[in-house]
């Protein structure tokens, strides 16, 4: 053991005292006092040595580190970061990984040094600063670095070490900004590094290599048979084999999991000889694990099964070999019994996945008793929810009663922390396996019982309802909104009820149609519509709904709106097949997204990762997509497909079933006035009829009952340079600014951010709903005026309703010199690369407000190039898909006359002349 | 990748933290509250692994520390509990059967020890060796630069000016 060198004894000191201090007073005292030294000592007139400034830095750090608020010093680690003696330098940077934001002001000093160390001839220099990059690294230092590092990567000279921390120092910048890491010859290379003699350099690499296949998996294809062939000679070495890299008698178990992590990223390899090496090496580690353990230590047996653990992993990600499927779960129902609490909670979580396998699902309920008796039994609540996860993933048609049972015994007990999620799995297993109604209601029933507050209306008001409003409508008389409610809910849901004779499918129409007759047209609407349902819910009683809705009274009602419907259900009960009625009348969705931790485990299989913004505007088109859901054929017809120049026209009558007033409160009625009064046809706003949805503004929360719109709106957004509707002035904000408002007025908010990479670029278009009420029926259409700009530009749609996706021309800055900045110049002075303009100034001429906008526009500007400073001389590139586009400009401005002279170079004509005029519109 | 590691005592007092994402220091201060919190309401035999937002936290205890991390979902548990103890034996060699004061009289080497170690969130280097190796160069090179020049102050030759 080397003895710890106690080389700052007035930190030691200072420590000790704060240990000492007997109450949080004593110890906040002490520290004040210990700070108003530092700050002397910093300012003080006496220049202080190296050792000192660290010393005190070290002190900082500590009262830092014990919660305290620093908020001098700074300057004096940066200093130390220009010392020659390492551990003054290694002090520093530990200051500022732990201490300094990424916005400090001092970060640019902090990157010269980090420069000037990564050029260094010292390993150990080039190594402190890797490892302050890999842990501050910022887009900035992205920028800056990540197309040196690769050198120091795959440079054959670099030491060992250094190779390390170059893997990970990129990795964290390319985890930062991964547009900032250069493709390029290293990346071909890199993956090579699996075959590296140094088992630490192989460790360091895989984490990089698979951050840069999930970008780009094609490219890094190499890296599946090199890996399998590096895991095939460490799951075949004996432990002896491997040194210093074996853990407890498991050969590099660091490196087996990541290298069985990486191949999860890709399919069972194509090529028979590797897939059956890979097979044999898993094979060999679920040998493994049934061998006598090695060692009694957890240690031993923590790494071996982590190594296990994984490979099953790998397996279930493959899902094609059936006896390896088989294997792995008859090896974790064996940890399903094992005394360690951590192999149980782990063995009931994988098992989940292979539930979810066809070639494994069978072998997985073989283990229903035991878990059932986990369930029972754990003392810790994590392993029961990991139990209750896997009798939900591996429930069935076969066993749904027993589990439903199960769980419903469990609920009685269960605690409070998991009650809501467990009721949810209840009642969604429930309604998926009933097999007949009694059941399913009865177990509805028990679940209100046992847990009434953790259920939620969403889940007994299926059943429930249906039950209770029935036995409502059974009465002599009722209120016309009972008959309302009745409608909509039997034509929802009432199949729940009709196991029971007494509310037979005849039962039920009868029953609602001897109210039809007393009811105002608004209900007889309605009626008609629950009716359409019924067809679709009963096909039994398809004849009697048809003789309804063609007798003359309905057929041919002066009241347009039950003529129309009458006729437009007879005709698609008459006409329509089982499929199409299914589809059209679809049963309202069953129950509100909600992130349940097994339908996490379940995704995270899928390798699509979806970035913050993917998710949510998938939230917000499934939620759009609820509210348009087509209950009605009057709403196929006139749903989605509006236009904004044709939709002033539409009238939007459709105040329907999710408008339907439960306590008469909803403006349903008015929203649907408004819209038939045709509403203004204003093309500048484009934005018509009444409301707006709810979009990703979070307000959004639609239940039945608050669904209070039946609005519709549309915005036509055009792509681009092109876009017409909402104004030119509008789109031309965004010439110098990447994000704004585009359109607003008192309901909706339209918003736009763009983020452009090199050739593309990415236009999101948010929408707000300014309204206290949320917006149903919501779409947005994304037009696309001609196709020879689709093409030229490369549009890309996303999927989903509110993103638009597409790749524009985008400027970007580079710098220059005087001289190259002439030599260019006039490289590129041919008539038509160039492009003058003389324009009047259309805004008022202030130098920083027309830098502000060049730089937003996307050129550099360089000073000391004209010799008229009031002159503005930049340069840029605009990048395209084909190829990038060098161009310089120059503005100069006549104060007195109020104008500008512009001239713009560039390699392409055409582009001279483009640039010139979106510039001007600007300034 | 790890996202953070903590280290605290059975009274709950922070004794090292490393992020390996960005996080406002008020977020820092919540996130250790709050795990602190949570961490030592559970008893002995209890799962090391808790789910936590869209993270686990994977802890151990040490005599009187705790040793807590949060992996991403896609990270292996078990592994993660071994990276634990492998850092402990790397503080175990150095100091000589570790304990709390250790760490706190030389936090700077428990950072220093934690970076030869794991990187950016990753492992970096597993051997105990290499690491060790590592620190023990780092040390070479403290008294290779500041020997000398404490005897020649003591000597009064030179003045502790600038350099």
Known sequence: ???????????????????????????????????????????????????????????????????????????????????????????????????????????????????????????????????????????????????????????????????????????????????????????????????????????????????????????????????????????????????????????????????????????????????????????????????????????????????????????????SDPSLLVRACSQLGQFLSNRETNLRYLALESMCLLATSEFSHDAVKRHQETVVTALKSERDVSVRQRAVDLLYAMCDRSNAEEIVGEMLTYLETADYSIRGELVLKIAILAEKYASDYTWYVDT????????????????????????????????????????????????????????????????????????????????????????????????????????????????????????????????????????????????????????SSILAQLRKKKPAVEDAIRVRARKAAAEAGRQLRPHLPLAVARGVKLQGDIAGAESNTDSDLLGLDFGGSAPAAAAGGGGAGGGSVDLLSSILDVGVSSSSSSSAAPSAASGASAQRKTVVVGAGASGSIVGEENWHKFVCKNSGVLYENDILQVGVKCDYQQSSGRIVVYYGNKTPAPLAQFASVINLPDSSLTNQLGIQVKPVGDRVGASEQVNESSEMDSATFFQHWKQLSQPEQECQKIFQAKFPMDAETTKTKILGFGFSLLSNIDSNPANFVGAGIVQTKSGNIGSLFRLEPNQQAQMYRLTVHSIKPGVSKRLCELLETQI | MMHFMLLFSRQGKLRLQKWYMAHSEKMKKKITRDLVTMILARKPKMCAFIEWKDLKIVYKRYASLYFCCAIEQSDNELLCLEIIHRYVELLDQYFGSVCELDIIFNFEKAYFMLDEFMLGGEVQETSKKNVLKAIAAQDLLQEECEEPKSLLEELGIVSTGVA
């Open chain 1, 1 to 319: 053991m080397p003895a710890v060198k106690d080389s700052m004894r007035g930190l030691a000191v200072f420590i000790s005292d704060i240990r000492n201090c007997k109450s949080k007073e004593a110890e906040e005292k002490r520290i004040n006092k210990e700070l108003a030294n530092i700050r002397s000592k910093f300012k003080g007139d006496k220049a202080l040595d190296g050792y000192q400034k660290k010393k005190y830095v070290c002190k900082l750090l500590f009262i830092f580190l014990l919660g305290n608020d620093i908020d001098f010093g700074h300057m004096e680690a940066v200093n130390l970061l220009n010392s020659n003696k390492y551990t003054e330098k290694q002090i520093g940077y530990l200051f500022i990984s732990v201490l300094i934001s990424e916005n400090n002001e001092l970060m640019r000093l902090v990157q010269q040094n980090l420069k000037n160390d990564l050029a260094s001839r010292n390993p150990v220099h080039v190594n402190l600063a890797l490892e302050c990059i890999a842990n501050i690294g910022s887009k900035e230092m992205a920028e800056m670095f990540a197309p040196e590092i690769p050198k120091l990567l795959v440079m054959g000279d670099a030491g060992d070490t250094v190779k390390q921390s170059a893997a990970l120092c990129l990795l964290k910048l390319f985890r930062t900004a991964p547009e900032m890491v250069p493709i390029g010859d290293w990346t071909s290379r890199v993956i090579h590094l699996l075959n590296d003699q140094h088992m630490g350099v192989v460790t360091a690499a895989v984490s990089l290599i698979e951050a840069l296949v999930k970008r780009n998996p094609d490219d890094f294809k190499g890296c599946v048979s090199l890996s399998i062939s590096r895991l095939a000679r460490i799951v075949t070495s004996s432990y002896t084999d491997l040194q210093d890299y074996t853990y407890y008698f498991v050969p590099a178990p660091w490196l087996s999991v990541k290298l069985l992590r990486l191949l999860q990223n890709y399919p069972p390899p194509e090529d028979t000889t590797v897939r059956n090496r890979l097979a044999e090496c898993l094979e060999t580690i679920l040998n493994k694990a049934v061998e006598p353990p090695k060692s009694k230590k957890v240690q031993h047996s923590n790494a071996k099964n982590a190594v296990l653990f994984e490979a099953i992993s790998l397996i279930i990600h493959m899902d």
């Open chain 1, 444 to 595: 509805i029933l028990n679940l209100i019982r046992l847990a009434g507050d953790f259920v939620s209306e969403e889940v007994w008001y299926r059943a429930y309802a249906a039950k209770t409003v029935f036995e409502a409508l059974e009465a002599p008389a009722c209120h016309e909104n009972m008959v309302k409610v009745g409608g909509y809910i039997l034509g929802e849901f009432g199949n729940l009820i009709a196991g029971d004779a007494r509310s037979s499918p005849s039962t039920q129409f009868q029953l609602l149609h001897g109210k039809f007759h007393l009811c105002s047209p608004p209900t007889r609407a309605l009626l008609l519509s629950a009716y359409i349902k019924l067809v679709n819910l009963f096909p039994e009683i398809r004849e009697d709904i048809i003789a309804v809705l063609e007798s003359d009274a309905n057929l041919r009602n002066s009241n347009v709106e039950i003529q129309q419907r009458a006729s437009e259900y007879l005709s698609l009960a008459r006409n329509s097949t089982q499929d199409v009625l299914a589809t059209v009348l679809e049963e309202m969705p069953p129950f509100p997204e909600r992130e």
